[in-house]
């Protein structure tokens, strides 16, 4: 009895053993399973939490291999469309985007997303059929409208449009922004008069500064001034600090003439912080462009130029536009102060640096130019400019040595720039003639025109020299005659050419150049003067050499001319 099982009961354990093997492969299944989630879910957060804190190249590599693993993950697929469009990779942005929505063919945003990257890819159409879907199923969802309204807008589908915004108002009521949509669309079909007319009633039905003022400058525009400043009056009477209305009304007192109470608009305008600083700053270069208008409002133009830097000092551009104006009234002290401070706010930044220079190069600021450069390069080594503005600074503080050997390593940097090479090359030659050494200096002018036959500079200043030794003097005549073939109105290259005559016996000719000189700006410069008087002295018109010799004189006493005078006198 104890060695006997029966068949019954042998059944029943044999029930029990397959029933514990099921529950136990059942439970390492569902353990795998479970893992598998916890894995995919880890990796999903991880990857968002990367994106989120700014590491969208390792947010991608993880989403990537999600969807390597999980092909239908929509949501990996989706942020995978949203890292590839901020790279501009629209082709992979599109692949993710359908891909989500093929996982998930129900879910809004995966739509909208692949519709604004279709309409980003020009793929209108198929932009359009989604929207069209959305807005069918979602109809009260009128903020997805806005992007419909532009992409039939850009396919001149301004019937499309339209629709599209009696949907909006049907469902939410007219709006200044559904109002303006349907005004540029009657400019977009060129329908002007019909535009303002829907406008200006608009504006009765729901007045608002925006649309007053636009009515106020499309009035201006076609100049009927009174209508204009109606409307710039109704829209400051709505909000008496909307800064377009003040800016057209503020206009059409200028243009009537009525400068007291444009200045009366202007000022605060000016002043006003939130007006785009860049719009002021190119308004104020068009009022300076007009020099009558800056001398007979000086001082208030002046205001408005200080309202101007006082509302933006840490404007790059309006700080340089206003030391530029203190500079131009006299001020130039306030204005290289400005420039100073716009390096200290921004001293990593190269413009300002430049800027600087710039202006004390103007102010023949010699030592500031020479040492700042110095500064400049600890910033920006082996800057080009930086080194010409430091080499320019110690040439005129007589510093010929030093500035020979900023030009020289100027000379090396510039490798393969040959514009750099030439005009450093002619700088050479006038700083080696500056240190007496005219030997160096015709090596250099002549390596200047050997690669640039047509550089004036170089031409001049070497046929000048050599006219001064009278040596060579066919060709300083021959360099000489280029230089005036290549700028006819330079009053330097007339005098050179016409000295050189002059050294040559051709005094007669030497009168006709100098004569064109005269005409362009001569008149002005001691040296032409003095070479004028001399040709004519020798020409046998002596009264008139005498009155421009006098001339001369006056403009640059430190010539000498007066007292060469008075020995000719004596002859």
């Known amino acids: 009895m104890i060695n006997t099982i029966s068949h019954k009961s042998g059944r029943i354990i044999s029930k029990i053993i397959v029933l514990a093997i099921l529950l136990v492969a059942g439970t390492a299944y569902l353990g795998a399973q479970q893992k598998s989630s916890i894995e995919k879910d880890y990796k999903y957060m991880e990857a968002l939490r990367l994106l989120n804190l700014g590491h969208p190249a390792e947010s991608e590599k993880i989403f990537l291999e999600l969807v390597k693993e999980y092909p239908s993950m929509d949501a990996a697929h989706f942020y995978l469309s949203k890292i590839y469009i901020s790279k501009n990779d629209l082709e992979n942005a599109k692949k993710s985007a359908s891909a989500a929505l093929k996982a998930d063919p129900s879910n809004v945003w995966y739509k909208i997303e692949l519709a604004r990257i279709y309409a980003a890819t020009g793929e209108i159409d198929n932009s359009i059929a989604i929207y069209e879907e959305v807005r069918q199923n979602n109809s009260a969802k009128t903020d997805l409208y806005l992007d419909m309204i532009e992409l039939y807008i850009r396919k001149q589908n301004y019937e499309g449009a339209l629709s599209i915004i009696d949907d909006i108002e049907r469902v939410s009521g007219k709006s200044e922004a559904t109002g303006l949509t349907r005004y540029n669309i009657f400019i977009y079909q060129k329908k002007t008069e019909?535009?303002?007319?829907?406008?200006?009633?608009?504006?009765?039905?729901?007045?608002?500064?925006?649309?007053?003022?636009?009515?106020?400058?499309?009035?201006?525009?076609?100049?009927?001034?009174?209508?204009?400043?109606?409307?710039?009056?109704?829209?400051?009477?709505?909000?008496p600090k909307y800064i377009p209305a003040t800016f057209g009304i503020a206009e059409s007192y200028r243009i009537r003439g009525q400068f007291d109470l444009y200045f009366e608009y202007m000022f605060p305008f000016m002043a006003n912080t939130e007006v785009n600083p860049g719009l002021k700053n190119e308004y104020m270069k068009e009022i300076m462009a007009n020099p009558k208008f800056v001398q007979t409002f000086f001082p208030q133009v002046d205001t408005m130029m200080q309202n101007l830097f006082g509302a933006h000092p840490r404007d790059t551009s309006i700080a340089y536009n206003f030391a530029v104006f203190m500079v131009q009234t006299s001020r130039p002290?306030?204005?290289?102060?400005?420039?100073?401070?716009?390096?200290?706010?921004?001293?990593?930044?190269?413009?300002?640096?430049?800027?600087y220079l710039s202006l004390a190069y103007y102010l023949e600021k010699w030592e500031i130019l020479a040492s700042q450069s110095d500064t400049a390069l600890v910033w920006f080594p082996a800057d080009l400019d930086f080194m010409q503005l430091k080499g320019i600074g110690q040439l005129q503080l007589n510093k010929t040595e030093e500035s020979i050997s900023t030009f020289k390593e100027i000379l090396r940097l510039a490798n393969g720039d040959s514009a750099t090479t030439v005009r450093t090359l002619s700088i050479l030659g006038d700083t080696y003639y500056m240190a007496g050494n005219k030997k160096e200096a015709y090596k250099y002018y002549q390596k200047t025109i050997d690669i640039e036959p047509k550089h004036a500079p170089a031409l001049n200043n070497y046929a000048y020299y050599l006219s001064e030794e009278g040596k060579q003097l066919r060709k300083a005549l021959a360099m000489s005659k280029k230089t005036v073939e290549l700028e006819p109105e330079n009053a330097i290259y007339l005098d050179t050419y016409a000295w050189i005559l002059h050294k040559m016996g051709n005094n007669a000719e030497a009168k006709k150049m100098l004569k064109q000189a005269m005409v362009f700006g001569g008149n002005q410069n001691a040296d032409i003067l003095d070479h004028y008087a001399m040709v004519l002295f020798e020409l046998g018109e002596k009264d008139l050499a005498f009155m421009y010799w006098g001339q001369a004189d006056k403009l640059n006493p430190s010539l000498g001319i007066a007292a060469k005078v008075d020995k000719l006198k004596q002859k």
């Open 194 to 239: 019909e535009a303002i007319a829907y406008l200006k009633e608009f504006d009765k039905e729901q007045p608002s500064p925006r649309t007053s003022t636009m009515l106020g400058d499309y009035y201006a525009s076609i100049q009927k001034d009174t209508l204009a400043m109606e409307y710039y009056a109704t829209a400051l009477s709505l909000d």
């Open 333 to 355: 002290d306030v204005g290289l102060k400005v420039l100073e401070q716009n390096i200290k706010n921004f001293p990593q930044e190269r413009g300002p640096r430049h800027q």
